[in-house]
């Protein structure tokens, strides 16, 4: 996925099988940018067209996307997340906000991690029991705890 982002235009830089946020925000410019919906799924549509268009070397993209950064003072890296969660081998995390997840390799069904903004670094924290409400029914974030839901549901969530 991320060679075929490249070659679209949507993102530079190494291809290294790490699904972050600069390669989910060049999956979103792409879908964007293709008149797909824009929801950052690697589903079946987006993978046929982003495999298409860079077969025919089609430059999608007119520049490369950049990532949402985290708002508190630790880094919304690989490198930062992986320190946070040293027993684990991240593959894909995000961030938003003081908050972010992290999954790893072959991600086995389970919850990933969760973590949180402690100063400039991440700390690795529980998750907190899914709490139903009107906006989340099957469960959420609990209400004034700041967590956003989809970092939420990817750290939190078994899949």
Not at 66 to 95: H, K
Not at 118 to 124: L, P
């Amino acid at each position: 996925m991320q060679a075929d982002l490249n070659a679209v235009g949507c993102i530079t830089g190494a291809v290294d099988g790490v699904i972050g946020p600069e390669t989910l925000a060049a999956l979103e410019a792409f879908q964007r940018a293709a008149g797909l919906s824009v929801d950052g799924d690697y589903g079946p549509q987006t993978k046929s067209k982003l495999t298409a268009d860079a077969s025919a070397k089609k430059k999608v993209c007119s520049t490369p996307a950049t990532p949402q950064a985290a708002s508190g003072g630790a880094p919304c890296t690989l490198q930062a997340i992986q320190a946070a969660v040293s027993d684990y081998q991240v593959v894909v995390y995000g961030c938003q906000g003081n908050w972010a997840y992290a999954r790893q390799a072959g991600s086995v069904p389970g919850p990933g991690r969760l973590l949180e903004v402690a100063g400039s670094a991440w700390r690795n924290v529980p998750c907190p029991a899914p709490t139903p409400t009107p906006e989340y029914p099957a469960g959420g974030p609990p209400p004034g705890s700041g967590i956003p839901f989809p970092i939420y549901n990817s750290a939190c969530i078994a899949i």
